[in-house]
């Protein structure tokens, strides 16, 4: 039956090649959509790692133009610190933290390290105080978090993601080593050491951009802005005092009580500039920065693929159902001899819905042979090969559905013609 097939479509091979390239087209258009929707909804499933609900978002800007000196920085720690206090008096706040680059936004801080047996692993890094897990009910799933105790230590305290400590310690526990870091090549002999990484704790996840970020590797480093305040100034021909690892925040994280309205907005900022009156501030909820930054990164430029693959399946649905039933109005003499012979109709609609499926399985052959380099060429960025994989078989199954509904109605009316119309030909 598909040799038969086959040579009836090779008989008529201009016009079906015609179908098959329309077919072809929409396979590639809809792997797409489908690849970018499956990978959106397979990241969706994972942790998120900390929650948004009921945290104020609190954008820190300070005015970069002064001349950064040791003075100049330690000040400005130290004012950082009292917006955080003053925060924290108010009534409606339940607990505050402090992060240098904010969750739904587009800021990174991209960086690798190279572990001591030659392996380069790459992740996404950030700051936090002491009480941004408290805030943001960060999961932790080993050890704990940063606290006062890690203060003067000979190394700095971080916490990894738990995709990222199997990568480095594998089945190993991680809380409480050094991070195997291997020395810098490129250090000058006459420059200090870098600061050994200690693992205080191990999160569950913290994935910044959101739910449909795909999951990797995350190391936070503790911001110490209360020891950088208080830290001694340098003393010209004096030791250089122990380095303190913090850098200002650029976003407070507050978790507020139930119940806040908007109109702790206008107070609370009011309160933060009255301590710093040149620096500035935007407060939103942070379930407003979500959503705003899921839609702008994620969800509208899906959508826009979707509507523009939408508007293309339509024209080659339209278009397929019209060259299927220009097809079927050439072949009056061929069905209406097969209806004179005793096929009845149900095998005329099966023989032309075989014929379309055949078609669509052509093009779906040559689809996948050119969709298969894909992977090979290194293009599929954070996609993994299974999510690819089952896009694929998503895109196929789509475009079965499609191309057997654009056949209907040509199938129909194939059923339709009399014997008595391949006899007027004869």
């Not at 397979?42 to 790692?49: D, F, I, M, V």
């Not at 200690?198 to 996840?205: K, S």
């Not at 795909?214 to 004096?238: E, Q």
């Not at 303190?244 to 907005?265: D, H, K, N, Q």
Request: net charge positive.
């Amino acid at each position: 039956m598909a040799l038969h097939l086959l040579k009836l479509i090779w008989n008529r091979k201009r016009a079906n090649f015609l179908i098959i390239t329309e077919i072809l087209l929409s396979f590639l258009v809809l792997a797409a959509v489908t690849t970018v929707a499956v990978h959106y909804w397979r990241n969706y499933q994972a942790p998120l790692g900390f929650s948004y609900e009921r945290i104020w978002d609190v954008h820190v800007r300070v005015p970069r133009g002064i001349e950064s000196t040791p003075e100049v920085d330690r000040e400005r720690y130290a004012r950082m610190q009292r917006l955080v206090e003053t925060a924290r008096q108010m009534p409606e706040v339940e607990s505050i933290g402090h992060l240098q680059m904010g969750t739904f936004r587009n800021w990174q801080w991209n960086s690798d390290i190279r572990l001591k047996d030659g392996r380069q692993v790459d992740f996404n890094g950030n700051r936090a105080d002491d009480e941004l897990a408290r805030t943001l009910s960060i999961t932790l799933v080993e050890g704990r978090w940063f606290s006062r105790e890690d203060t003067g230590q000979h190394w700095d305290a971080i916490v990894l993601n738990r995709r990222m400590a199997r990568e480095v310690f594998g089945d190993a526990p991680a809380a409480g080593q050094i991070l195997p870091v291997a020395p810098n090549p490129r250090r000058a002999s006459n420059s200090p050491p870098d600061r050994p990484q200690r693992v205080v704790g191990v999160i569950e996840d913290f994935r910044q951009f959101g739910e449909y970020s795909t999951p990797g590797n995350y190391m936070i480093t503790r911001n110490d802005i209360i020891s950088a305040a208080a830290a001694p100034l340098p003393v010209p021909g004096a030791a250089t005092p122990s380095a303190v690892s913090a850098e200002l925040p650029g976003i407070l994280a507050i978790r507020v009580r139930p119940g806040v309205t908007a109109e702790f907005e206008e107070r609370l900022v009011k309160a933060l500039h009255a301590q710093a009156p040149d620096w500035s501030f935007s407060m939103k909820p942070t379930e407003d920065v979500r959503a705003e930054y899921l839609r702008n990164n994620y969800l509208t430029p899906l959508m826009i693929l979707a509507l523009l693959a939408g508007f293309l399946l339509l024209m080659v649905a339209l278009g397929l159902s019209g060259v299927l039933w220009q097809n079927v109005t050439q072949r009056i003499r061929e069905l209406g001899l097969r209806r004179a012979k005793g096929a009845d109709r149900a095998r005329i609609k099966r023989q032309i819905f075989l014929e379309i499926a055949l078609m669509t399985g052509i093009a779906m052959a040559v689809g996948g042979l050119l969709l298969a380099q894909v992977p090979m060429l290194g293009w599929l960025g954070p996609i993994s090969g299974p999510v690819y994989a089952a896009s694929l078989l998503v895109a196929g199954s789509l475009l079965f559905v499609l191309t057997s509904f654009c056949g209907w109605y040509p199938s129909l009316l194939a059923t339709r013609i009399p014997p008595a119309e391949a006899l007027r030909y004869e």
